[in-house]
């Protein structure tokens, strides 16, 4: 199996393009500066995943700018921090603010040259505006939780996804599903018969920091350690 056997890139967003780790943790600010106790950046993380994953199955028609307040309630409720509704409401706004990891941008910008690119993505679509300016590339697709009214790792978002690129004339075995997350994406691209491509952007780190414990690995099919991995990976036999 090679880069080049495929026509499609879908992709997970936050996590693997943009860096959402050190977006929630400067959205949280205010709230961490209110803790009696010193909480490390992976326990806020994990903490933050855990209450995260928790609304989306309860709440999976409610857009991300608005469940992420409730996100921010818990986690105050959990630490004894008292916090105003504004101050939920502000975090849920912080989504497209969140920085572009630095490689994002020109790796986007050559992968673009050689497949089509698409989104599938746990957003809302005001938020994702804020976002796609971010890392500068016009995606054919873009599909948020939004569109389908459910939270990936929910089987429907894979499957509206492939029926949409079935509709635009796109088959199964020409897309390679690129994502970080091995809980939200690696694991329904397995059992939706899709290549992956981990964007192990947590290498360096242990844990799995925002995003859910996916109990059992996930396979996958290519590994590389940031966006500019890949495409450096994809271009070095066209150069040779």
């Known amino acids: 199996m090679k880069l080049t056997d495929f026509k499609v890139l879908t992709f997970d967003c936050y996590g693997t393009l943009i860096d959402w780790e050190s977006g929630i943790i400067e959205g949280l600010k205010p709230l961490i500066s209110k803790l009696g106790q010193e909480l490390s950046r992976d326990q806020i993380l994990q903490a933050h995943a855990r209450h995260e ?15 992420l307040p409730i996100v921010y309630k818990r986690l105050a409720e959990e630490w004894g921090v008292s916090v105003t509704q504004e101050e939920c409401m502000a975090y849920g706004q912080s989504v497209k603010k969140w920085p572009a990891f630095t490689d994002s941008v020109g790796a986007l910008q050559y992968l673009k040259k050689h497949y089509k690119l698409v989104i599938l993505s746990n957003v809302d679509n005001v938020s994702f505006v804020g976002s796609n300016e971010r890392l500068e590339v016009e995606f054919d697709a873009i599909y948020t939780a939004e569109d389908v009214g459910s939270y990936k790792p929910n089987d429907r978002n894979f499957e509206y996804m492939l029926e949409k690129l079935a509709g635009l004339g796109i088959e199964k075995h020409e897309i390679l599903h690129t994502a970080e997350s091995m809980f939200h994406d690696h694991g329904p691209a397995n059992k939706h018969g899709l290549a992956s491509c981990w964007i192990y952007r947590r290498h360096d780190k242990e844990g799995f920091g925002a995003t859910t414990h996916p109990v059992d690995m996930p396979k996958y099919d290519f590994r590389f350690t940031s966006m500019a991995e890949l495409a450096k990976a994809h271009q070095e036999p066209l150069c040779g």
């Open 53 to 67: 994953s928790s609304q989306q199955k309860w709440t999976p028609t409610k857009r991300y700018q608005e469940l």
